[in-house]
T-cell receptor
Framework: AQKVTQAQTEISVVEKEDVTLDCVYETRDTTYYLFWYKQPPSGELVFLIR??????QNEISGRYSWNFQKSTSSFNFTITASQVVDSAVYFCALIAMDSSYKLIFGSGTRLLVRP | GAVVSQHPSRVICKSGTSVKIECRSLDFQATTMFWYRQFPKKSLMLMAT?????????EQGVEKDKFLINHASLTLSTLTVTSAHPEDSSFYIC?????????????FGPGTRLTVT
């Protein structure tokens, strides 16, 4: 079975602080994809990144960076110099390509960036 | 590219009535569409997978007679909530598999907020 755990339900930071959102996943499949989505108050899911299980390279996109470590089954997301506009719920998700082909979401982390 | 729309964005209906939600892929053909449900402050849960021209596959615990899904064309899937009750109030989000057709490439619609009074 597949599972995604986001242990941090809510994080509050002051603007310009760095913040890391944790994501731990479980799967027995060797081929899988990991995702991060942002859900602002409007509700629309905004795609941030997709990473496949064979690519452990970390990625940076502007103020966003992702750390994928298969050894610890983690795919953490860091926002550098956070801004108020980063306030949203962030979901980590997994799809296992050997078995279920279903996108499994974590419970989400609500990030509040205060001015 | 790869835009998915949903209509309506918000709907309020009375208990006992049926509501239809449309999900359209605007600039690509989607052989597979997915329907998710999200309760307030909760995560997204897959309800069903819809393939064009065939019956939808429902997840365990989802009543197929309650949530009717039709995927009549490569750009349109509909979810009909039949005989809606207040407990059906939720945020419904659809997604469509992109041009490559794989489930690992899903494009999400903006969601439909259903309130049943």
């Amino acid at each position: 079975a597949q599972k995604v755990t986001q242990a941090q339900t809510e994080i509050s930071v002051v603007e310009k602080e760095d913040v890391t959102l944790d994501c731990v996943y479980e799967t027995r499949d060797t081929t899988y994809y990991l995702f991060w989505y942002k859900q602002p108050p409007s509700g629309e899911l905004v795609f941030l990144i997709r990473r496949n299980s064979f690519d452990e390279q970390n990625e940076i996109s502007g103020r966003y960076s992702w750390n994928f470590q298969k050894s610890t089954s983690s795919f953490n997301f860091t926002i550098t110099a956070s801004q108020v506009v980063d306030s949203a719920v962030y979901f980590c998700a997994l799809i296992a390509m050997d078995s279920s082909y279903k996108l499994i979401f974590g419970s989400g982390t609500r990030l509040l960036v205060r001015p | 590219g790869a835009v998915v729309s949903q209509h309506p964005s918000r709907v309020i209906c009375k208990s006992g009535t049926s509501v239809k939600i449309e999900c359209r892929s605007l600039d690509f053909q989607a052989t597979t569409m997915f329907w998710y449900r999200q309760f307030p402050k909760k995560s997204l849960m897959l309800m069903a997978t819809s393939n064009e021209g065939s019956k939808a596959t429902y997840e365990q615990g989802v009543e197929k007679d309650k949530f009717l899904i039709n995927h009549a064309s490569l750009t349109l899937s509909t979810l009909t909530v039949t005989s809606a009750h207040p407990e059906d109030s939720s945020f419904y989000i659809c997604s469509a598999s992109g041009p490559t057709g794989g489930p690992n490439e899903q494009y999400f619609g903006p969601g439909t907020r259903l309130t049943v009074t």
